[in-house]
């Protein structure tokens, strides 16, 4: 069963370590313009997000790609870019609704999360777990813990209240 | 490469601006970041220049390894000579402006001159523009930033600013980025305000080629593996730096009172668990923010819960604003220490010389030095937590006779007021202390006592002194890279072998700020952490830069002896109470009130405090006076300075 990245921003620091450790594994590079992963930043709120491909199953940038450069990897999970085929048209970057799609102005590329081929950099850097691998069938299963978690705390709060009444 | 980034010298009044590669033979001799800004400094100042006069030459940079794959180099280093202190001025703070500076280019900055009109200086991919700053002058820290945005029309931006205190002259205005990176200390704020530079704005997407990137990528692991690991570094990622202030508090090394006593009692509503509490209830659960690549992630963020600026967002507070705003001060109320942060935050003021200096004002008000005539009309007794938040705002607009006086920070101050002020004014060299009491810890004492920029615990500090570790663990720190056969002893409050341990902090804090790292990530609060030896490894793998421990313990050791030359050049002279290595008469002849069994009681005993800097100088390669000596100068290669080759 393919895994997937599974970010809950809440927990991201805004460090970005994510985006340099990203460089450094695709290109030897330290240069967040070459990150596949970005966290965009609200410093005024202290509010980040991490943002990166969500590899869709009926992916905007496959569609839309003229030549065909863009396929699935089903074993992965992930979204691949077949450079002997693209023409660098950067038609998937202006369809891609997360911006994940990104472009190299330096070798004139798209790029895009590849997950470092099963082994996510940005996954095994994050000590807060910001940014998580996870089973696909499981993706669901974390929020709703956390959700019964809060509702529980909700519930014991109101009993509490209600017995000091 | 980051060998590769450039330094540039900025002329703001005649708008000049040219750029150099850094050769690679002054990279081996002071690597970059600060050992690299002191040579600039002694190379680019005359001496006896006016701090607030454009010859004053300000420098700014990163480190070696800035932005690289080594983790946690944040650190952007400012230099110049000191408005405060008139001696060596310093300030290093975390954030994200020096990799934004090195992927736009650049590594150093020096910058001369005084701008016609407020300006601002955009570095950009290779290129430097200076800028209209007008209307941007005024705005408080993070309003410019975002207003450098709006101008620039990109949000990425980072900037280093002046607050409203640098324009204002403070003495001790701070240099800051994001909402509360501080390069706090010897008032660099203030000496961008006199060069009505109101901020430093960079914008990079230049690759920095990594020398061996697998390599540096797995050691990057190792390194992050060993920092998180340490016990000291999972609690400062969990509630930040106040448990520090907790902690000492506890068992009375924390100043109260100015230096009245050395603890503060009733403080339960700003320990640490209690700010945590509040930063939990306004925050949420993930309140913990860090710098770039950090792991640690130190920094809180909160509202403030009530008061007149209730909801108001801010960082922190560090273990110093519980000290400058709720110790010193005699005020543990968690509002007063979170309005007080947020204040200087907004103003661009150091939370430590400001808390010390209206903690001075409060003793010589209860003295009656001071009266209600110079206060006009304010109840500056310790305790009152409206005068404290009152005394913020008056010091950094120079309101009010005592806002204006105090502004000058505290040698001026003490000039002005006259009396026997002075005597009451915890400073080394022209700084305040910080929040700290070091009367029953020598060591500590030591450090503040000859720290280069004046008392501070950032320069030389063997925090680790506190922990009693056993002999066999601090003899295998202190005698690496170099041996090291003489005593040490694990009691912190002996005198014996801590010269040594002082100077090789000394040698360890200069490497770290040279290559550009926290030093939450070598022995300053854990004894676990990386040195000498990882760095070797880390600046190889990132950089190519082929440097052996002992290489690195070298260029620290030259870096120093540069700022102590700088110093020396300037006035520093052993005992001087203003410029020299010595402590306010206070710590030898007031015995410590409060505290734990072994604490209480204590003073500092001036012969062995006098035996303890004789050791510490000859270590260093000083004479009896403090001056270096002739073979000291050779063989640290620096005989000839002012060299000029950079």
Request: hydrophobic fraction near 40%; glycine fraction near 4%; include cysteine.
């Given at each position: 069963m393919a895994k997937a990245l599974y970010i809950d921003y809440q927990k991201c620091t805004g460090c970005r370590l994510c985006e340099l450790v990203c460089a450094v594994m695709h290109d030897g590079i330290s240069n967040p313009a070459r990150s596949r992963i970005k966290v965009m930043k609200w410093e005024a709120e202290g509010l980040y997000v991490p943002m990166s491909c969500q590899q869709c199953e009926d992916a905007p940038c496959m569609?839309?790609?003229?030549?065909?450069?863009?396929?699935?990897?089903?074993?992965?999970?992930?979204?691949?870019?077949?450079?002997?085929?693209?023409?660098?048209?950067?038609?998937?970057?202006?369809?891609?609704?997360?911006?994940?799609?990104?472009?190299?102005?330096?070798?004139?590329?798209?790029?895009?999360?590849?997950?470092?081929?099963?082994?996510?950099?940005?996954?095994?850097?994050?000590?807060?777990?910001?940014?998580?691998?996870?089973?696909?069938?499981?993706?669901?299963?974390?929020?709703?813990?956390?959700?019964?978690?809060?509702?529980?705390?909700?519930?014991?709060?109101?009993?509490?209240?209600?017995?000091?009444? | 490469m980051a060998l590769k980034r450039r330094i540039a010298y900025i002329d703001l009044t005649t708008g000049d601006i040219k750029t150099k590669p850094i050769p690679i033979e002054i990279r081996k001799k002071f690597l970059g970041g600060r050992g690299l800004d002191a040579y600039l400094l002694y190379n680019h100042t005359e001496k006896g220049c006016d701090p607030v006069g454009p010859d004053n030459t300000l420098m700014v940079s990163g480190g070696t390894l800035t932005a690289t794959c080594a983790s946690a180099t944040a650190r952007t280093h400012v230099m110049a000579k000191s408005p405060l202190t008139g001696l060596l001025g310093s300030a290093n703070m975390g954030g994200f402006f020096a990799p934004e500076m090195a992927w736009a280019g650049f590594h150093h900055l020096v910058i001369k001159g005084k701008a016609q009109h407020p300006v601002y200086i955009y570095i950009h991919n290779g290129e430097i523009e200076i800028r209209d700053a007008r209307d941007i002058w005024g705005l408080t820290v993070p309003e410019a930033q975002w207003a450098i945005r709006k101008d620039l029309g990109d949000h990425e931006v980072k900037s280093m600013v002046c607050g409203p205190a640098g324009e204002n002259l403070v003495a001790f205005a701070n240099v800051m980025t994001g909402i509360k990176n501080s390069g706090g200390r010897t008032g660099m704020g203030c000496v961008m305000g006199s060069k009505n530079l109101k901020a430093i704005a960079a914008r990079g997407t230049m690759d920095i080629r990594i020398a061996h990137p697998v390599e540096a990528l797995e050691f990057n692991k190792r390194f992050i593996d060993q920092i998180t690991s340490a016990k000291v570094n999972q609690t400062q990622g969990k509630i930040g730096t106040p448990f520090i202030w907790g902690a000492t508090n506890s068992w009375g090394g924390i100043r109260c009172r100015n230096f009245q006593y050395n603890q503060c009692e009733y403080a339960d509503d700003i320990e640490p668990e209690r700010i945590d509490e509040i930063c939990e209830e306004t925050m949420g659960p993930y309140h913990m923010t860090g710098c770039f690549g950090c792991q640690v992630h130190c920094r809180a963020q909160y509202k403030i819960p009530d008061g007149p600026y209730a909801g108001k967002y801010d960082e922190g507070p560090e273990y110093t604003s519980q000290g400058a705003f709720g110790g010193e001060t005699d005020t543990p109320r968690a509002t007063t220490v979170l309005t007080g942060n947020h204040l200087v935050d907004q103003y661009g003021m150091d939370n430590l010389d400001t808390g010390s200096i209206i903690s001075w004002a409060m003793e010589l008000y209860e003295l009656g030095i001071i009266t209600d005539k110079e206060t006009d009309g304010l109840d500056l007794s310790f305790g009152n937590d409206e005068a404290v938040i009152e005394m913020i705002d008056r010091i950094c607009y120079r309101k009010g006779w005592l806002g204006d006086t105090l502004a000058n920070g505290g040698i001026k101050a003490s000039q002005i007021i006259g009396k026997n002020s002075f005597d009451y004014l915890i400073q080394v060299k022209g700084m305040s202390n910080l929040h700290s009491d070091e009367r029953a810890t020598p060591a500590l004492a030591l450090n503040v006592a000859t720290a280069s920029r004046g008392s501070d615990h950032l320069r030389s500090r063997p925090a680790i002194d506190l922990y009693h570790l056993p002999e066999e663990v601090l003899r295998k720190i202190y005698s690496s890279p170099v041996p090291y056969d003489g005593p040490l002893s694990s009691e912190h409050t002996e005198y014996i072998g801590k010269p040594w341990q002082v100077y090789w902090q000394e040698n360890c804090y200069m490497a770290v700020d040279c290559i550009g790292i926290c030093k939450y990530h070598t022995t300053f609060l854990g004894a676990t952490l990386p040195n000498f030896e990882d760095w070797s490894k880390v600046l190889y793998y990132n950089t190519g830069l082929e440097m052996s421990p002992e290489d690195i313990w070298q260029v620290a050791r030259r870096c120093n002896m540069i700022e102590r030359l700088f110093n020396i050049r300037e006035g520093l002279t052993r005992n001087d109470l203003v410029k020299g290595d010595m402590l306010n008469h206070r710590y030898f002849d007031e015995p410590t009130r409060r505290g734990a069994p072994d604490v209480v009681g204590k003073v500092i005993e001036k012969d062995k405090f006098i035996k303890m800097i004789d050791e510490f100088y000859e270590h260093k390669g000083l004479d009896k006076e403090g001056q270096p000596k002739a073979e000291t100068l050779k063989e640290l290669g620096i005989e000839n300075e002012p060299s000029h080759l950079l």
């Open positions: 569609n839309v790609c003229p030549v065909k450069a863009i396929s699935r990897d089903e074993e992965l999970g992930t979204v691949v870019v077949d450079y002997d085929v693209c023409i660098g048209c950067r038609a998937c970057v202006a369809v891609c609704p997360f911006g994940a799609m990104n472009y190299n102005p330096i070798d004139k590329k798209v790029f895009k999360c590849d997950l470092c081929d099963g082994d996510p950099q940005c996954v095994r850097f994050c000590e807060e777990k910001a940014v998580d691998f996870v089973e696909l069938e499981d993706i669901s299963n974390i929020k709703k813990r956390e959700a019964a978690e809060r509702l529980s705390n909700a519930g014991k709060d109101a009993a509490a209240l209600m017995a000091q009444m | -």
